[in-house]
T-cell receptor, first 113, second 114 residues
Framework: SQQGEEDPQALSIQEGENATMNCSYK?????LQWYRQNSGRGLVHLIL?????REKHSGRLRVTLDTSKKSSSLLITASRAADTASYFC?????????????FGTGTQLKVEL | EAGVAQSPRYKIIEKRQSVAFWCNPI?????LYWYQQILGQGPKLLIQ????????DSQLPKDRFSAERLKGVDSTLKIQPAKLEDSAVYLC????????????FGPGTRLTVL
């Protein structure tokens, strides 16, 4: 079963604009990760935020985590055409499950020139 | 550093046939995962290996799917017999250790069952 749900399902913006996508999940987590998947290719790890962190930055990426609301957001600033991809959040449970990641349904981002 | 290798990249079979996918993880990575990604959905974990032992196969349809990692390195995922609903991309991933947070994914094998 899918743990997380991303919102929106699809997002289309102009190059240079910011893109924000959200993830909601259901159970307690150890960490939450964001992955990017280009069309027809495997997933690439972008950023990880732990349950005791509220915000994290990596280059043009900013991730926030609100464990009280069981939600996270990914902000991509100054978007580029190369950012066009599907973005997935994935959660690791706080108890048990080894390193099992449960992925959300994804947000399809299209950045137009 | 070489990434996760998978083969074949594409496979088309008819229902009730058998198919096998191969994965070679990043050198030194103890943990290996197989995921199924149906079009429009996120990846779903099928099986997780720690070295050559199974850690989690709770979502593996064991009546038709099997996987092995005999020497703790390469892995093979088999479907026998295939059903139409098995059409998906099969992704292999590896991580340095069981508690390693970052998983590195291969390009996947796109399976079409006709």
């Amino acid at each position: 079963s899918q743990q997380g749900e991303e919102d929106p399902q699809a997002l289309s913006i102009q190059e240079g604009e910011n893109a924000t996508m959200n993830c909601s999940y259901k159970t307690s987590i150890n960490n939450l990760q964001w992955y990017r998947q280009n069309s027809g290719r495997g997933l690439v790890h972008l950023i990880l935020i732990r349950s005791n962190e509220r915000e994290k930055h990596s280059g043009r990426l900013r991730v926030t985590l609100d464990t009280s609301k069981k939600s996270s957001s990914l902000l991509i600033t100054a978007s580029r055409a190369a950012d066009t991809a599907s973005y997935f959040c994935a959660t690791r449970p706080s108890t048990g499950g080894g390193n099992k990641l449960t992925f959300g349904t994804g947000t399809q981002l299209k950045v137009e020139l | 550093e070489a990434g996760v290798a998978q083969s074949p990249r594409y496979k088309i079979i008819e229902k009730r046939q058998s198919v096998a996918f191969w994965c070679n993880p990043i050198s030194g990575h103890a943990t290996l995962y197989w995921y199924q990604q149906i079009l429009g959905q996120g990846p779903k974990l099928l099986i997780q290996f720690q070295n050559n032992g199974v850690v989690d196969d709770s979502q593996l349809p064991k009546d038709r799917f099997s996987a092995e990692r005999l020497k703790g390195v390469d892995s093979t995922l088999k479907i026998q017999p295939a059903k139409l609903e098995d059409s998906a991309v099969y992704l292999c991933a590896s991580s340095l250790r069981q508690g390693g947070d970052t998983q590195y994914f291969g390009p996947g094998t796109r399976l079409t069952v006709l």
